[in-house]
């Protein structure tokens, strides 16, 4: 079908939007497939009431409590997830006393706070507030904070964590290949202590126990590893016409879901271009954002270390405020890491624990 027009609309998408309207985007496969713009004589978001379980959700994971706060044995607490991802927080404020191996899930952990050292078969990772950890289903690991307020967000997947392809913007594009870091052997073959590789595999965990240290590999090769990379390698693509969906900020992808990196950068300069995200209707995808640093002015009353989901159904959009004072601003001032899920994300009772009921009602003016 080629595309249509009826009625009072805008030229091209997030520009130049008729004066007291307010423009939606209905689309399909997130933002990759058949698109209609809706033209609104009411924010879609002017909701009066709720009334069954669909809403959207925010969570203040800054008061979740994983047992690995206070128990070196203890583990990250899930809080979100579906057969596709699991999305949980860590907050170890010492080394594991153990090594890992997850059979189960391919791991992606993001650093909110803290300082360390991940050591992994193929050697040990560095790591800082900002990276992107990836690691790959059955690698054994160990988790070494320097620091003792420590964050972690943690996504684990079914899939494996891949680079998005670029297409028609090259392989430069969101961030230069040559920064992402990839570890060198350190195997330390001195350490005759026993040790225990805790596995998980088929929902259950399994220990194995090694009369010396698991980190024994003195070489490796292919295209199978762990490696990081930072926020702030990550270069956004933009637009100084007209806002670009968030797609555009994609930085993994994996089944069932694609990650993205919102960083800093200029605000659109055409005087007609919308500044803040546009309204749309999540209906292929669920839609999860966490905030790491900076300003969130298109949300009232978030802080950084808290999470929102908006599941599909339902509209998402800026804050009344944000809409009114987009013209303020010349820029963005925020880090954040969204993931959206395309089989609906449950809360489960990690994140039922620390929800705000109430975050549907800051859309009320």
Same mark, same amino acid.
């Given at each position: 079908?080629?595309?249509?027009?009826?009625?009072?609309?805008?030229?091209?998408?997030?520009?130049?939007?008729?004066?007291?309207?307010?423009?939606?985007?209905?689309?399909?496969?997130?933002?990759?497939?058949?698109?209609?713009?809706?033209?609104?004589?009411?924010?879609?978001?002017?909701?009066?009431?709720?009334?069954?379980?669909?809403?959207?959700?925010?969570?203040?994971?800054?008061?979740?409590?994983?047992?690995?706060?206070?128990?070196?044995?203890?583990?990250?607490?899930?809080?979100?997830?579906?057969?596709?991802?699991?999305?949980?927080?860590?907050?170890?404020?010492?080394?594991?006393?153990?090594?890992?191996?997850?059979?189960?899930?391919?791991?992606?952990?993001?650093?909110?706070?803290?300082?360390?050292?991940?050591?992994?078969?193929?050697?040990?990772?560095?790591?800082?507030?900002?990276?992107?950890?990836?690691?790959?289903?059955?690698?054994?690991?160990?988790?070494?904070?320097?620091?003792?307020?420590?964050?972690?967000?943690?996504?684990?997947?079914?899939?494996?964590?891949?680079?998005?392809?670029?297409?028609?913007?090259?392989?430069?594009?969101?961030?230069?290949?040559?920064?992402?870091?990839?570890?060198?052997?350190?195997?330390?073959?001195?350490?005759?202590?026993?040790?225990?590789?805790?596995?998980?595999?088929?929902?259950? !965990?399994?220990?194995?126990?090694?009369?010396?240290?698991?980190?024994?590999?003195?070489?490796?090769?292919?295209?199978?590893?762990?490696?990081?990379?930072?926020?702030?390698?990550?270069?956004?693509?933009?637009?100084?016409?007209?806002?670009?969906?968030?797609?555009? !900020? =994609?930085?993994?992808?994996?089944?069932?879901?694609?990650?993205?990196?919102?960083?800093?950068?200029?605000?659109?300069?055409?005087?007609?271009?919308?500044?803040?995200?546009?309204?749309?209707?999540?209906?292929?995808?669920?839609?999860?954002?966490?905030?790491?640093?900076?300003?969130?002015?298109?949300?009232?009353?978030?802080?950084?270390?808290?999470?929102?989901?908006?599941?599909?159904?339902?509209? !998402?959009?800026?804050?009344?405020?944000?809409?009114?004072?987009?013209?303020?601003? =010349?820029?963005?001032?925020?880090?954040?890491?969204?993931?959206?899920?395309?089989?609906?994300?449950?809360?489960?009772?990690?994140?039922?624990?620390?929800?705000?009921?109430?975050?549907?009602?800051?859309?009320?003016?």
């Amino acid at each position: 079908m080629y595309p249509l027009t009826k009625g009072k609309v805008a030229r091209q998408a997030h520009v130049g939007i008729p004066e007291g309207t307010f423009e939606e985007e209905h689309g399909r496969k997130g933002f990759y497939g058949k698109t209609a713009h809706l033209y609104h004589a009411h924010p879609p978001t002017g909701w009066i009431r709720f009334e069954g379980s669909l809403r959207p959700h925010k969570f203040d994971l800054n008061e979740a409590r994983p047992t690995d706060l206070t128990d070196p044995r203890g583990v990250p607490l899930p809080f979100l997830g579906n057969a596709d991802v699991r999305l949980s927080v860590s907050r170890r404020p010492a080394p594991m006393p153990f090594y890992c191996r997850n059979a189960d899930w391919d791991e992606l952990w993001f650093v909110h706070r803290g300082q360390g050292t991940v050591e992994t078969d193929f050697g040990p990772l560095p790591f800082e507030s900002g990276d992107y950890l990836v690691i790959p289903r059955a690698v054994t690991y160990r988790i070494v904070p320097e620091t003792t307020d420590n964050f972690f967000l943690l996504v684990e997947s079914k899939g494996e964590f891949d680079q998005p392809e670029k297409g028609l913007i090259g392989q430069h594009a969101l961030y230069d290949p040559g920064v992402i870091v990839v570890p060198e052997p350190d195997p330390q073959l001195a350490d005759t202590r026993e040790w225990e590789v805790r596995i998980l595999a088929d929902g259950q !965990h399994s220990s194995v126990f090694y009369p010396w240290n698991p980190m024994d590999v003195v070489g490796w090769k292919g295209d199978l590893t762990a490696w990081k990379i930072n926020l702030r390698d990550i270069r956004p693509v933009m637009s100084h016409r007209a806002h670009l969906p968030p797609s555009v !900020h =994609t930085t993994f992808v994996t089944g069932g879901a694609v990650v993205c990196s919102f960083v800093p950068r200029p605000l659109e300069e055409d005087q007609d271009a919308l500044r803040v995200p546009f309204f749309h209707r999540n209906t292929d995808y669920d839609e999860f954002l966490f905030y790491h640093d900076g300003d969130f002015f298109s949300r009232d009353n978030i802080r950084a270390g808290m999470a929102t989901l908006h599941p599909r159904g339902i509209h !998402h959009g800026p804050h009344p405020k944000a809409l009114a004072n987009q013209r303020k601003k =010349t820029h963005t001032d925020e880090y954040a890491v969204m993931l959206d899920g395309l089989n609906p994300i449950r809360v489960l009772e990690g994140g039922q624990a620390v929800e705000d009921p109430n975050y549907w009602r800051s859309w009320q003016g």
